[in-house]
């Protein structure tokens, strides 16, 4: 002690919260550096790609980021203008329409939830329940939901495999049920690769596979090349969900046959030729006002719908007896009848 002589340690920490937490993404880049705040390695990391924070601290704590971040900017301790690329600001978890919080003792302990449902029905409730960006309703009700869906996946898989796992995939030569089920796995692969990656809409990306488990169980096919698409669709669903379930699909991806670990998988690869369609359904307006729909070649010309729109059972009701003046065709979309 500079006072009176006796053994003293200097105290270092002395900075405010604020203060700190405004460059500790820099500091992560180069923790193990005892010499200096920073080395080259924070150029190499930053900026930060995705910047994700509540809705009450997202403001202060990103406006002392950006401040802080120009000042080491100046300093010359990093050569970018700004520390995060974007910016996703998270919304607040709600109970009986207020804002859960200790002080108001509305809180629900996630610890009771994990041991009754499990670690995977949470996730999967609170990624499903709202957009990110949006306040979710905390709901008892939607947490066994969520959970009847996992029991319902599990029991898929293992349905499938005591009849044994597919190992070669025959994907070609199949029925009209087998591919129109194998479009709908690719189109969903289309949808939650995008929502996951460049959206973070996780959940729309669960609907989608909560809809491709829905078509799934409607195929009721059995044969060698039904059981191969049966395999390759959940292979998609346990992959497209293992980021948001992790427990239940390192356990259904063994099953399904792997021996790495679910999470050491590559993100699976849309196969174009399984989003091909030789037919598409069109709307069958009147006068403006959807009447019917109709299931038509994809090469189909006009004069080939024309008729069949014309015959189409409902759409007769309202053309009966009067005149067709004109016959509209929007390709791939929809064929309007103006009659008067």
């Known amino acids: 002690c500079p006072e009176c002589g006796k053994p003293a340690r200097r105290e270092t920490d002395t900075f405010d919260t604020f203060f700190e937490s405004s460059w500790y993404y820099a500091r992560f880049t180069s923790a193990d550096n005892h010499e200096a705040m920073l080395d080259q390695r924070a150029d190499y990391w930053l900026p930060v790609d995705q910047y994700i924070g509540g809705i009450e601290h997202a403001v202060l704590h990103l406006l002392y980021a950006r401040f802080f971040h120009k000042l080491l900017r100046d300093e010359g301790l990093v050569s970018g203008d700004e520390p995060f690329k974007n910016l996703l600001t998270q919304g607040m978890v709600l109970k009986d329409g207020a804002k859960m919080s200790k002080s108001k003792g509305n809180t629900v302990d996630p610890q009771a939830l994990i041991d009754e449902y499990g670690a995977d029905t949470a996730r999967l409730f609170m990624m499903f329940a709202a957009p990110p960006e949006m306040s979710l309703e905390w709901s008892d009700n939607a947490v066994e939901g969520a959970n009847r869906f996992l029991k319902r996946l599990w029991r898929s898989v293992h349905e499938h495999t005591e009849k044994g796992v597919v190992k070669d995939k025959n994907l070609t030569d199949l029925s009209e049920a087998a591919t129109d089920l194998r479009r709908l796995a690719h189109q969903t692969l289309t949808k939650v690769s995008d929502d996951l990656g460049r959206r973070h809409t996780f959940n729309t990306a669960i609907a989608a596979v909560m809809e491709l488990m829905n078509g799934l169980s ?23 969900l293992a980021p948001i379930t992790p427990h239940i699909c390192h356990a259904l991806w063994s099953q399904l046959g792997y021996d790495k670990a679910v999470i050491d998988a590559q993100w699976p690869q849309v196969d ?35 008729p069949l729109a014309i015959a189409d059972e409902n759409v007769q009701r309202y053309i009966d007896g009067k005149t067709i003046r004109k016959i509209i065709l929007v390709p791939g979309r929809l064929i309007n009848i103006v009659v008067g």
């Open 272 to 306: 174009a030729e399984a989003l091909k369609q030789d037919k598409t359904e069109l709307m069958i307006q009147v006068n403006g006002k959807l009447r019917s729909k109709l299931m038509v070649d994809v090469n189909a010309q006009q004069a080939d719908i024309e």
């Open 218 to 240: 409607k195929f009721t096919e059995q044969d060698t090349q039904a059981r191969a698409v049966r395999q390759e669709v959940l292979e998609l669903v346990v992959l497209m």
